[in-house]
C-alpha cells in the first residue's frame, strides 16, 4: 500500500562501472558464472542513486522510480522485478517502501554497459537498509555485491576496487556468489588508467543475457571454460609481480575470445567495426614501436578500452589525440582510471 509519508529515510549510493579483464561470459542457475573473472573498478564513469524509504510498510512498494530525472516504464518494471525475485532470499522487502532516482556521469548513448553501476547502486542501497534493521550474515561488501550479482553478474565487481575477482578458481578459492577485492597487488598496478574509445554510441545489438546463454550450447564451452581457469590465475600472477607483457598478452587474447566466442555462436554476432579494428591495429603498432606497456580490452560492443600506467599517461594520450580519436564517433573518448568502489552518503 502506497504510503509516501512514512518514508523519512534518505541517502544516496555512488557505485563505479568496471571493466573486465578476464570475461565472465556463461551463466548457471541463479546468476552463478560459468567461470571466474577479474575486473578493474572505474572512477569516474559512475551511477548516483538516491532512496527514500520506510521500512515499516504494510506490504513491498517500489513507488516513484526516476531515471535521470524521468519515470521511465522499462527502468521501473526491471527494478520491480529485481526486488519481487529477491523475496525468497530477503524477507525483509515485504516491509519495504522504496523510491529510487538513479542518473549516471556518464552519457547513456555512450554505449558503456551501466548495469554494472546501476546494480551495484542498488546492491549497496539495499545492504544498506538491512544492515539498519539486522544483523548482516555477512559483510557489508560480500552482502551489497551478493545483491548487486542478481541483478546483473558483473556489478557483483563493482563494490570494492581498485581490482576485483569473483568467482572459484581451481583450487576452490574465492565465491560465486559474491566477488572479493584482489589483496596482492604490483605497485606498478597502481592508478592504472583506462581510455575507452567510443566508436559507436548505438546500443547494443546483443542484449548481456542473450549473449550469456549463448554459451549454453556452444561448441566450444568446455574449451573457454578452461581457458577462462587458465587465465584467471594467469593474470593473478602477472597482476601481483608487475609482469606487463603477460598482463597484456592475456588481457587482449581475452577480448579477442569474448568476440571470437560471439562471432563462432549460433547465432552468430558480430559486433566490431571497421573502426574498432583500425584502432586495435594502430595500438599494437604503437606498442611494438614504442615499447609503451598499452594494451587493449573490449566489452560486448565495439568500443575499445585502453589500457596502460599511470606512468605512461602523457604519452598514450598523445597517442590518442594524434592518431585514434578519428576512429571515434564525433571523436569522443572518456579518460578513467582505477577506482575504490562504492560510497554511500547519509
Ligand atoms: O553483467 P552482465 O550480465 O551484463 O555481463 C557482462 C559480461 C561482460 O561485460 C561482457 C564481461 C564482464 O565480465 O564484465
Avoid at 532516482?101 to 537498509?129: K, M, R
Wanted: a negative charge; proline letters at 3%.
Amino acid at each position: 500500500m502506497k504510503n509516501p509519508e512514512l518514508k523519512t529515510n534518505k541517502f544516496r549510493v555512488s557505485a563505479p562501472s568496471n571493466i573486465a579483464f578476464v570475461k565472465y561470459w556463461g551463466k548457471e542457475g541463479r546468476q552463478l558464472p560459468l567461470n571466474p573473472s577479474v575486473s578493474m573498478t572505474l572512477s569516474h564513469c559512475k551511477t548516483m542513486t538516491s532512496f527514500e524509504y520506510s521500512t515499516k510498510a504494510a506490504a513491498f512498494n517500489l513507488d516513484q522510480t526516476l531515471f535521470e530525472g524521468k519515470f521511465e516504464k522499462a527502468f521501473h518494471t526491471r527494478l520491480h522485478k529485481y526486488f519481487l525475485s529477491l523475496y525468497d532470499l530477503c524477507p525483509e522487502l515485504s516491509q519495504l517502501d522504496l523510491s529510487i532516482a538513479s542518473e549516471n556521469t556518464f552519457p547513456h548513448s555512450a554505449g558503456i554497459a551501466s548495469s554494472a553501476s546501476a546494480y551495484g547502486a542498488i546492491g549497496t542501497g539495499l545492504t544498506h537498509i538491512l544492515n539498519k534493521i539486522k544483523i548482516l550474515d555477512h559483510s557489508f561488501e560480500q552482502t551489497a555485491s551478493f545483491f548487486a550479482r542478481l541483478g546483473s553478474g558483473s556489478a557483483s565487481r563493482s563494490i570494492e576496487g581498485p581490482f576485483v575477482r569473483w568467482g572459484r578458481d581451481q583450487s576452490n578459492y574465492g565465491s560465486n556468489e559474491f566477488a572479493q577485492k584482489v589483496e596482492d597487488i604490483h605497485a606498478s598496478f597502481e592508478g592504472m588508467q583506462d581510455c575507452i574509445l567510443l566508436v559507436d554510441t548505438n546500443e547494443k545489438s546483443v542484449s548481456s543475457s542473450l549473449g550469456h546463454s549463448l554459451m549454453n550450447e556452444h561448441f566450444y564451452r568446455s574449451g573457454r571454460i578452461a581457458q577462462a581457469h587458465c587465465n584467471f590465475l594467469e593474470i593473478l600472477n602477472a597482476m601481483k609481480s608487475g609482469d606487463f607483457l603477460k598482463f597484456g598478452a592475456i588481457l587482449e587474447s581475452e577480448a579477442l575470445s569474448l568476440h571470437g566466442l560471439m562471432m563462432s555462436s549460433n547465432p552468430s554476432y558480430m559486433l566490431l567495426k571497421a573502426n574498432s579494428v583500425k584502432i586495435i591495429e594502430e595500438v599494437i603498432r604503437f606498442r611494438n614501436e614504442s615499447s609503451v606497456p598499452l594494451y587493449f580490452t573490449i566489452d560486448a560492443g565495439p568500443n575499445i578500452h585502453l589500457i596502460y600506467p599511470n606512468s605512461s599517461k602523457q604519452k598514450v594520450e598523445e597517442f590518442i589525440e594524434s592518431e585514434l580519436k578519428t576512429f571515434c564517433y564525433n571523436g569522443q573518448y572518456i579518460l578513467d582510471q582505477a577506482g575504490s568502489g562504492v560510497t554511500v552518503h547519509e
